[in-house]
């Protein structure tokens, strides 16, 4: 996630917290330069299966209805031939308290699957796990 000089960095990182419930300790914050050569943080967070597996339940509940069906017709667009999936969410969305998807000032998450040898059937999790939600 990029957070801009013109962003309260604790604000978005305590609505992570408290929206999406990642643990604040997992984030690791690195300095770094925009386009423009404007100061700007690059935030990481590295969760465990479990964490991560929670995390994406707790995503798909708070989707709306509309974002989740485009997800799960738009499915293969989220994600790689690895079985990866990309979701961005809109940040500014999360300081409110809500979830929803977005391309613009994006936080940007990827799930990676623990099992490797078969990311044709990650697809079918996905959906299973968004229709679990609806």
């Given at each position: 996630m990029v957070l801009h000089a013109t962003e309260d960095g604790n604000k978005v990182l305590?609505?992570?917290h408290d929206v999406l419930s990642v643990p604040l300790e997992r984030f690791s914050v690195s300095p770094s330069e925009g386009h423009y050569k404007n100061k700007i943080l690059l935030l990481k967070a590295i969760l465990s299966s479990q964490e991560a597996g929670e995390l994406a339940r707790r995503i798909m509940s708070l989707l709306n209805s509309s974002d989740r069906e485009h997800l799960s017709s738009s499915l293969p667009?989220?994600?790689?031939?690895k079985g990866n999936l990309y979701l961005r969410?809109?940040?500014?969305?999360?300081?409110?308290?809500?979830?929803?998807?977005?391309?613009?000032?994006?936080?940007?998450?990827?799930?990676?699957?623990?099992?490797?040898?078969?990311?044709?059937?990650?697809?079918e999790s996905y959906r299973g796990l968004l229709s679990s939600t609806e």
């Open positions: 305590q609505s992570i667009e989220y994600s790689d031939e969410l809109d940040k500014q969305r999360i300081v409110q308290g809500k979830v929803s998807l977005s391309e613009a000032d994006a936080i940007r998450i990827r799930f990676r699957p623990v099992k490797r040898y078969r990311p044709s059937g990650n697809l």
